[in-house]
């Protein structure tokens, strides 16, 4: 993973109002979580978006990833997005959350996962990968798919 996160964020300019809203979006419908577990979700959506950077030598569209269902399957109907209480504190508290882990400060961002999954649920592609952390029941990997 990149080494200097907080200045490659920086200078990619991820922490923009619109990517902070749509990912505190997102992590609107995980509300029966905890702040850890939204953390490491950010987290790994914001390394996702690096990783696919060094593959493919250019920006991802950040916007796609950060609606993309097999991520957040709540984006499948946008009309619910558009129905949230962005004045509600849970909403609040997800958009402090998109805000830290976009600007590269997020506590959790030593750890370089980019895959997550339910630990009972396990995929054949995590069979034999050791997971990086479990929070909530739920395993973090620095594989992708």
């Known amino acids: 993973?990149?080494?200097?996160?907080?200045?490659?964020?920086?200078?990619l300019k991820l922490d923009s109002n619109i990517n902070n809203f749509?990912?505190?979006?997102?992590?609107?419908?995980l509300q029966n979580f905890s702040k850890n577990f939204l953390e490491m979700v950010a987290n790994s959506v914001l390394?996702?978006?690096?990783y696919e950077m060094e593959l493919n030598e250019k920006m991802s569209e950040v916007v796609k990833v950060f609606t993309s269902v097999r991520l957040f399957p709540?984006?499948?109907n946008f009309k619910n997005m558009d129905?949230?209480?962005v004045n509600s504190?849970?909403?609040k508290s997800c958009l402090s959350i998109a805000k830290t882990a976009l600007s590269g400060k997020l506590k959790n961002s030593k750890f370089d996962t980019i895959e997550f999954c339910k630990v009972d649920k396990i995929p054949f592609w995590a069979v034999n990968v050791k997971p990086c952390c479990v929070i909530d029941d739920y395993?973090?990997?620095?594989?992708?798919?």
Do not use: P
């Open 1 to 11: 993973m990149i080494e200097d996160r907080e200045k490659f964020i920086k200078k």
């Open 22 to 29: 749509i990912l505190a979006k997102s992590l609107f419908s």
């Open 47 to 50: 390394n996702r978006i690096l």
């Open 74 to 76: 709540s984006w499948k």
């Open 83 to 85: 129905l949230i209480d």
């Open 89 to 91: 504190e849970f909403f």
């Open 139 to 145: 395993a973090f990997y620095d594989v992708c798919l």
